[in-house]
């Protein structure tokens, strides 16, 4: 007969279930964790009648008006059906008790425990009762027989047993089942059950089968299976008639086989794939019902009959009905198109009847070479010459006396290909992270850094709490739920919440901004028709939605939409932080169980960019995304369902790294941790453990615990593994440092400062254990990835070790070094003072414009007077800026907002090997050597490149706007002058002697007429070259503004070789001419050509001292 499954509904919370029909089948009853025991008169029923027996109820028996019910308290309790008045406890366990059953005539109930134990009692006086002892485990299910005399039951100590019941003794075991320490660890829960009437047989199942075992010879007679099962049997149960049996499985799967042939007649799938946990055949044998392990109440409707009629005859029924017909599309229950889409056969196709006798082998002739069931394209073609009944017969089949007219319907006519590939995976739900499963009625809406977001919907309010764990952010809220929200975001500015529409309301997203400074806090937004939210997330500054409609609209934190685009794929969820917005999508369809998600990055700053361009996310194999979000600091962060934890490495292409698995700390394999939290800085991973679950309880409030990292590196219980773990683990988690600072964020220079010296302490101990192990070629490959200072302390290590062609290796290595740290310097020099020039020439031409309309007004003479003053303070303050910048060795104060690693102590500071006295200063005699040892000069530069990048880092932002047509030069001045200022604040008065000398270098600043300012020359070698080359980049590339020619032309000025650049540069000074200044007097111009010669010298310095390095490096002491 036709089967159709209906639609789930829910019915509990989610957790165990158990489900049984009433003596008549006119209601269904259920049981779950929530406590209720839920009495349904149909699965339509909207109101069903609700009895709580307890905080949990594990199994349920109804039988002759009476309700029995295993309950969390260690209780077996009765209750009055349907009214649901308590009647009593029949039993207590010392555990709780996980399965109980009615007799045949219901005045027994069965009930096995956690304490090993079963017990028998008697429904009309509690006290008749008899105890079974000898299971070594927790006791799964029990089964009594219909004719009172046996009881069998399944443990996790991996036995099945059958008991007298009178004589209280073990009459049979098979060691079938695995061993397991607890119900909540058992593969399945190995429900048993008795065939009805006769009792003759036993059904168990065993992993992904079902064993049918004699009662009168206690030994295995039958094995049932099908290729559909992936996953164990969970629960079986007989028809009323005794002729069909029915499976549940762990993966979601529904079967029923016709027990004498032997042969799978029904096969159904659960929606979701959730664990069936609970089944029961309706008294007529019609009827199905089933839970699953998430609360859910699922019905089978039209299953076999429970007619005592064979099969065969059912069978003939239908063949001659067809034969008269002679249409072959009522032998077929559904189309043909749906088992094609499926990957396998239709479950209610006519290869479901038994044709053949009783004979193991003789079902083999049903299947094709793959083993699985053909759909009726295998059997038959649409064609005229199949349409008679009768002229084909199947081949090695004995043929039976009316059997004869079914044969046509499995005759293979043409054979079609069958596929075998791999099956698809279906997609995931979207999801907000950091929340609970929608259909809970209390659950966590949102937990996140700034804090709690809770959910209520129950018979007593229907209402929202927001918590925030800085009371300083916020007072705590609560919410009136009136439309039904079931998405929330949380951040230190508005909580966003939205809502799926119904066929009456469309979906809405309602923000309630309550760090607003006005009195209407928060503002509300209606989607279009059809189009429901998906994800949602919130910034600084900005919220975003993801819809149906496969688009993401971002509002303003006010209430303004803004821009709308379109997501390659379903949103899986999103994620906000500061400027940044996290997607994560479907990208196509995943296959043997793995999802395929994408991910977008997208910066919403100022300049708007996209910074992942929808790259696949990695994930574990056989998982989906539990969780995505950022750091505490802003880096993306992802966790699978397997615990692994990834971050995204942006130093190395955006890459993601795994940095933690949270798996390697549970005690049990259902026990799991909720992360709540990543932090960087500290290294914590917050989360909340959660036994035998995925999710925690809003009550009571969950306990946060901290979960370290650990990068998975190979041999990490050697010295050196664990090492190398602890220096890329601090690499990765101190690189958001430079994105922060890069954007524009304050960071903690000291917290980073630590981290750089932890970092090269390390490469220094591992420096010394390759030594140790005489490794050089690895100790020069650890030097590499040291900073200039720590090379020359690895120079000093190998020359005690007497390791010279060591010494020498890493000699060469530290010139390299100080070469390119001097490169690098130039290179920032040029930019800035070639920023600094234009910015003055932008200034010049409006003051030339400016004084020519006064000219014209008879005003010449007053502007020129107040022209040069007000150049020369802004003379003033650019060389103070560019004045650290002069002497890339000088030795002077570390800056605060920097400072560079020192892996050793204060006293190990001092160079022992130093020649010559201390460096002289700037202000030091014109071409006077500052020192003489070269390691001295390469240690002491090591702190100014860390002060160079951190000030270029700090006034990136300032520096380049002079460059935009915008007359703001004077004020980007001073703020690159209080920049400066602010990093040299103890040496003011050297700041200021090296301002006056550095004044007259740009030559020909202002312009007093546009003659001088047409013929006026660079005077840095970058500008010169530009000057030559500009021409030829516009030529290139003629839709360039003035910013993009000086970008094309600083990347093409950096390809120069070092010795180019160099001639550029001695050329610019060649051409500057100091007579083009006003108002300049004869000692600023000395000064000038003083500096000019002393800054060459001190250049070309480093360049021509290997030899003397190298004679330190191997000098005895």
Known sequence: MPCERKPMRYGHSEGHTDVCFDDEGKCIVTCGSDGDVRIWESLDDDDPKSINVGEKVYSVALKNGKLVTAVSNNTVQIHTFPDGDPDGILTRFTTN?????????????????????????????????????????????????????????????????VWSIESQTQVAQWKVLQKSSDVSNAKSLCRLAWQPRSGKLLAVPVDLTIQLYDKNTWTHVSTLSDDLITQVVNVVVWSPCGKFLAA??????????????????????????FTVCGMAWHPSGGRIAYTDTEGCLGLLEGVSSSSPSSSSAIQNTKATAAKETNDYDDLFDEDDDRMLDEGRSDSRSPVKKPIMDDDDDDDDDLMPATGRLRNRGSFLD??????????????????????????????????????????PTQPQRAFQPGSTPVHLMHRFMMWNSVGIIRGYNDDQDNAIDVEFHDTAVHHAMHLTNTL??????????????????????????????????????????????????????????????????????????????????????????????????????????????????????????????QVIHGE????????YLAWMGFTAEGTPCCIDSEGVVRMLNRTLGN??????????????????????????????????????????????????AVLPFNLPYCQTTTEKGQMEEQYWRSMLFHNHYGFLSSNGY????????????????????????????EREFRCVELAELMTHSVVTLAIRYASRSRRMALAQRLSELALEKANQLQEEEEQEEDEMAYQSHTSREYRGSNQMSSRQAQVENGCEEEEEEEEYPQEEQMDAEESETRKPRLNPFKKGGK??????????????????????????SLSSPAGQPRTTNVLDSMTMSSRKPATLSGTSKQGKGPVLKPLAPKPKSKTQATLLQMSASKGNSKKQEDSQTGAEKVKPAPAATPPVSAENIENRKPKTGFQLWLEENRKSILADNPDFEEMDVIKEGMGRFRTLSAEERLNWTERAKGDSDPKKRKREDEAGQVDEHMESDEGSAKKKKPLDTSAKLAAFAFNKE
């Open 484 to 609: 039904g929200h079931t998405m929330a975001d949380l951040s230190q500015e508005a909580v966003l919440l939205a809502c799926e529409g119904t066929d009456e309301l469309a979906s809405k997203i309602q923000c309630l901004h309550f760090s607003c400074w006005d009195t209407h806090k928060d503002w509300m937004v209606d989607l279009p028709k059809g189009e429901d939210a998906r994800a949602l997330c919130l910034g600084q500054g900005w919220a975003a939605v993801a819809t149906s409609a496969l688009m993401v609209r971002l509002f303003s934190i006010g209430g303004v939409q803004k821009e709308i685009f379109s997501l390659p794929g379903a949103v899986v969820c999103m994620a906000g932080h500061g400027e940044q917005l996290l997607i994560v999508y479907h990208r196509g369809t995943g296959f043997d169980g793995d999802q395929a998600l994408g991910v977008q990055l997208l910066h919403l700053g100022r300049k708007r960019r």
């Open 382 to 423: 649409d064609d005229d010459n199949s349409q008679d009944p009768g002229s084909v017969k199947l081949d090695g089949l004995p043929e039976e006396d009316g059997s004869s007219a079914v044969h046509p319907a499995v005759a293979p006519a043409v054979s079609r290909p069958v596929y075998e590939g791999p099956m």
């Open 655 to 704: 890459t993601w790294t795994p940095v933690c698995n949270t798996r390697d700390t549970c005690k049990s394999k259902s026990d799991h941790y909720w992360v709540v939290g990543v932090y960087e800085n500290p290294q914590q991973l917050r989360c909340i453990p959660c036994k035998g679950s995925r999710f925690p309880p809003t009550l009571p409030r969950p306990a946060v």
């Open 746 to 773: 304050e960071i903690d220079s000291e917290g980073q400062s630590q981290a750089e010296k932890e970092q090269q302490e390390l490469l220094m101990k591992m420096f010394a254990l390759s030594c140790k192990l």
């Open 895 to 920: 800056s605060p907002e920097r400072p560079s690693p020192k892996p050793v102590s204060r006293e190990q500071r001092v160079n022992p090997f130093k020649v010559s006295g201390a460096g002289k």
């Open 616 to 623: 696949p996310l990695p994930l574990s194999r056989k998982s």
């Open 248 to 273: 549940g499985t762990v993966g979601g799967n529904l079967l029923i086989w016709d027990v004498e042939a032997k042969l799978c007649i029904e096969r159904q799938k659960h929606e979701k794939g």
């Open 97 to 161: 008790a996980n399965h109980v059953t009615f007799n045949a005539s219901g005045s027994r109930v069965a009930a096995g425990s956690s304490d090993f134990l079963v017990k028998i009692v008697e429904v009309a006086d509690s006290s008749q009762q008899k105890t079974l002892r000898g299971h070594d485990a927790p006791v799964l299910s029990v089964a009594l027989d219909p004719s009172d005399e046996f009881l069998a039951s399944s443990s996790c100590d991996g036995s099945v047993t």
